[in-house]
């Protein structure tokens, strides 16, 4: 049945039947969000893969895509022609006369047309015209998933939600090669560091492949704080492999699709030398040899967790809930809705970090800020916002926090360096764009990278 409600640009009355997140007002052809209590509510699967336009499918998996399609737009617009090449590429799956073209046109803010892959579920049309100026309009304050999608995507103008629905069911079917070299060894491959004001590059290994050492979509990195052992793990296909300070392969382990699908973005590793994984709805466990140690279930969809000195778990559920976990599994504490509860923008997709002190910084990458709770769930302050200056984000990534109390958070700019307080102090560049940030006890960084590598830091006192 229809139903009505009144446009909020110029107040017409606006009749409305389906589930579409977004009309247009006849009147003043405006972009109109539809209320949340008016449409229907997509639904999804615990399975990360075969989104389709009826909104099924893993929202983590999703949101990850977003990112990286921004990314695009952030670097075409940035100047970083190339990158944004390479990385629309992987995509897409197109050449790369196609990809510069389409590059060129996101910098400029035009439309660009995604074609649709054989193997993709779109029901319809094979090409769906993505209009970057849609998104522009897109408001705050969205309660529902589509909402969610849209505000992600909606500072980087690129596409309407009908756009990148298309764009991500196209890109769960015809992930492809970046051109990314491989690393013709099965060691890690050690290179020239590099030099800046803040950090000095004292390792880099790795490369694409499936030997030891090489990576394919490699993310979660964690460092045992005790022998300096790295632990790194691929998004795409649960294979963890373990090195040690020097980069040399130990060993590796592979947690089965049938467990995972695989799909995880983090690990984190105690000073007993477990470690931790969390996979949807639960935590896995494993020794230094990847032997599991068991698992434990977490209400609510586990994304992200960091460790306290004590070994206390500290677990973002949900998007945006805090909670901490004693390491059987016991939930100690929690905080909801912690971003979007301050901000009141909707959040879902947040990362943590805790410092020597138990204090929690939580990063918002849908907001672009970093809310900081203290042991007991208090808040305590905010910092950081969308934008181009110094201490303001675009597209972050990863956060955590040194011996020092300096909290460090990556984006397309590199690694941007805050004081505790939220202060800002200096910014340097990694290979492309950071994933994932780990420290061991002498204070030395530890990043995954897109180009498939991990990168060793020592930093400036």
Not at 291 to 313: A, H, M, W
Not at 348 to 354: I, K, P
């Amino acid at each position: 049945m229809n139903q009505t409600f009144n446009c909020p640009n110029c107040g017409a009355p606006l009749d409305y039947q389906g589930s579409d997140p977004i009309i247009r007002c006849p009147y003043c052809n405006g972009s109109v969000i539809v209320p949340e209590n008016l449409r229907a509510k997509p639904t999804f699967s615990n399975k990360p893969s075969n989104f389709t336009l009826s909104g099924s499918g893993d929202r983590g998996g999703l949101i990850n895509q977003a990112r990286r399609i921004k990314q695009v737009k952030d670097l075409a617009e940035a100047g970083e022609t190339e990158q944004a090449v390479a990385l629309y590429r992987e995509i897409t799956g197109t050449d790369e006369f196609a990809a510069h073209k389409a590059v060129g046109a996101l910098a400029t803010g035009q439309p660009v047309i995604f074609s649709s892959a054989p193997v993709t579920s779109l029901p319809a049309k094979s090409v769906i015209q993505v209009d970057a100026n849609t998104s522009a309009k897109i408001g705050r304050g969205l309660g529902c998933f589509f909402a969610f999608l849209i505000a992600s995507i909606a500072a980087s103008l690129i596409i309407p939600l009908l756009g990148s629905l298309g764009v991500f069911a196209m890109i769960f079917g015809n992930l492809k090669n970046s051109g990314i070299p491989v690393v013709p060894s099965s060691q890690p491959a050690v290179e020239i560091p590099r030099l800046t004001a803040f950090a000095s590059q004292e390792l880099t290994f790795g490369g694409e492949g499936t030997g030891p050492g090489l990576f394919g979509d490699v993310r979660a990195i964690g460092v045992n704080p005790v022998n300096g052992n790295i632990y790194a793990a691929n998004y795409d296909d649960g294979r963890v492999q373990v090195f040690d300070a020097q980069g040399k392969f130990i060993t590796q382990w592979i947690i089965s699709k049938e467990q995972t699908d695989p799909y995880f973005g983090d690990l984190a590793v105690g000073r007993d030398g477990t470690v931790y994984i969390p996979v949807y709805g639960r935590i896995m466990r494993f020794d230094e040899h990847g032997q599991s140690l068991g698992d434990f279930k977490v209400e609510g969809r586990i994304s992200n967790l960091d460790i306290t000195p004590d070994g206390t778990l500290v677990v973002v559920a949900n998007g945006e809930d805090i909670l901490w976990i004693s390491p059987e599994g016991k939930v100690l504490q929690s905080v909801r809705a912690a971003v979007s509860g301050i901000t009141a923008d909707p959040e879902l997709d947040s990362v943590v970090a805790v410092d020597g002190l138990g204090n929690v910084y939580l990063l918002g990458t849908f907001n672009n800020a970093v809310l900081v709770y203290n042991s007991q769930g208090t808040y305590i302050n905010r910092f950081g916002s969308a934008g181009e200056e110094p201490g303001q984000f675009r597209a972050p990534q990863a956060i955590e926090v040194d011996g020092k109390g300096r909290v460090f958070v990556s984006d397309i700019k590199g690694v941007q360096v805050f004081s505790s307080d939220g202060r800002y102090l200096d910014v340097f560049k990694v290979q492309y764009v950071a994933y994932g940030l780990a420290f061991d006890d002498q204070g030395k960084l530890y990043v995954t990278t897109n180009q498939k590598k991990i990168e060793k830091y020592s930093l400036k006192e």
